[in-house]
């Protein structure tokens, strides 16, 4: 079992950033590819990116591309999201999610978070 928990959210303004964290507890972070998806209210969950065990690879959905960065190290057992240039469409709650492979599909994922609300001001 992994336990995961997300921090950082917050409100932003349009054009700024944050940096998500995702904390991993219960077994080594390492044996785990890292995702982080997002559910803006009335709307399905979303991939946003996803890291593979080694962060040898990333992938992003092309909303993000260029935009976000997800990290890892594995060594603190986190997984980070840098959202630069954020807008008012990224409004959403984000999670992270663990699975054996990195995959853009959320039910390929085994372990999640609670959840994180960030909030775009235009």
């Known amino acids: 079992q992994v336990q995961l928990v997300e921090s950082g959210g917050g409100l932003v303004q349009a054009g700024g950033s944050l940096r998500l964290s995702c904390a991993a507890s219960?077994?080594?972070?390492?044996?785990?590819?890292m995702a982080w998806f997002r559910q803006a209210s009335g709307k399905e969950r979303e991939f946003v990116g996803a890291?593979?065990?080694?962060?040898?690879?990333?992938y992003y959905a092309d909303s993000v591309k260029a935009r976000f960065t997800i990290s890892r190290d594995n060594a603190k057992n986190t997984v980070f999201l840098q959202m630069n240039s954020l807008k008012a469409e990224d409004t959403a709650v984000y999670y992270c999610?663990?699975?054996?492979?990195?995959?853009?599909?959320?039910?390929?994922?085994?372990?999640w978070g609670r959840g994180t609300q960030v909030t775009v001001s235009s």
């Open positions: 890291v593979t065990r080694s962060a040898g690879n990333t």
């Open positions: 219960g077994r080594p972070l390492s044996s785990y590819a």
């Open positions: 999610a663990a699975s054996i492979h990195a995959t853009t599909v959320a039910t390929s994922y085994d372990y």
